[in-house]
């Protein structure tokens, strides 16, 4: 399987359609390159504030209540790409406001098949709980598609391995990490906590960043970071567990990495460490405090 990774340019749009023809132009850039499956960053979707009214912009409530016009535009748009071209595509997230009028962050994945099932963010950095009041799901999903199983985790949710650990344990393969980091720091959490769910999963992990700076936003105003494909650690794959990784040259925004799949169940069954199937073992050992020797 090929998989491409968007280092998403956010850019000044100035309507709907100015934003679909770039969303078609890239999409069918990177089909066109042989992959399979496209992996678009988180909250990507904001650069639809672009052409709101420079006050609503600037209210970051009021804004995502007014890009709830054009979810369903956004979604038809990926999934008749998909269709169209035989392809999987995760749409960047979304702000998706609920039945009860709170938001998520949601990334809709569509398939060749006309089908489109979502995931939510679990975890919420603080800038999204206390000043945007996203809630987060309790809920994690794996998908079929063409040649595997998936699992998202958006973002911050990367950081946290246990659940990483249950897509697994459902079949997930693969694991789709869209992000968008406003500090070098940020970036290099993700990035690490990525190589780490790698590791322990021996799966592959897939990171697709926003990029570039949008000083109308203020919630995509900076962004940093490099799109990156990860690997277990073993005989068969990297010795450094980086199957591809940028910086990209400046005339593409596409990172494209080959998918070994066969080869990950026999790693995971006679690799030099099979850290997969030892995960149980770490859940019987017990810690307790043994006082110094007199």
């Known amino acids: ?14 309507n709907f359609d100015a934003w679909l023809a770039k969303l078609d132009r890239l999409t069918r850039d990177a089909a066109a390159a042989g992959a399979s499956l496209l992996v678009f960053p988180e909250y ?29 535009p956004f979604l ?7 269709t169209s071209l035989g392809i999987t595509i995760l749409a960047a997230s979304f702000p998706w406001r609920q039945p009860d009028d709170s938001y998520t962050n949601r990334a809709w994945l569509c398939t060749p098949d006309g089908q489109s099932r979502f995931q939510d963010k679990i975890q919420m950095t603080r800038f999204e709980r206390e000043q945007w009041l996203i809630s987060g799901s309790r809920s994690l999903n794996v998908f079929d598609i063409p040649g595997a199983r998936v699992g998202i985790l958006i973002c911050y949710d990367s950081e946290f391995p246990l659940l990483a650990r ?3 344990e459902a079949g997930a393969s693969i694991l789709l990490v869209p992000s968008c980091t406003d500090t070098d720091a940020g970036y290099h959490r993700v990035r690490l906590s990525c190589r780490a769910r790698a590791l322990e999963q021996q799966c592959f992990v897939l990171q697709a960043p926003t990029a570039g700076s949008a000083p109308w936003s203020p919630a ?6 490099e799109p990156a494909a990860f690997s277990p650690v ?10 591809a990784s940028g910086p990209l040259p400046t005339d593409s925004p596409w ?5 070994p799949l066969s080869r990950l169940q026999r790693v995971r069954s006679r690799g030099q460490v099979t850290n997969f199937n030892d995960w149980p073992r770490q859940l019987l050992v017990t810690c307790s405090h043994t006082p110094p020797v007199p």
Do not use: V
């Open 1 to 14: 399987m090929k998989a491409a990774l968007c280092r998403y340019p956010i850019d000044r749009l100035e």
């Open 234 to 243: 073993d005989i068969g794959f990297p010795s450094d567990g980086i199957l």
């Open 220 to 225: 995509l105003d900076i962004n940093t970071g």
């Open 44 to 72: 990507a979707a904001m650069e639809l504030t672009s052409f709101q009214p420079a006050n609503l912009r600037a209210n970051l409530h009021a804004s995502i209540a007014d890009l709830q016009q054009w979810r369903d």
């Open 166 to 168: 249950q897509l697994t």
């Open 255 to 259: 990172l494209f990495a080959d998918l």
């Open 76 to 82: 038809t748009a990926h999934s008749h790409l998909a």
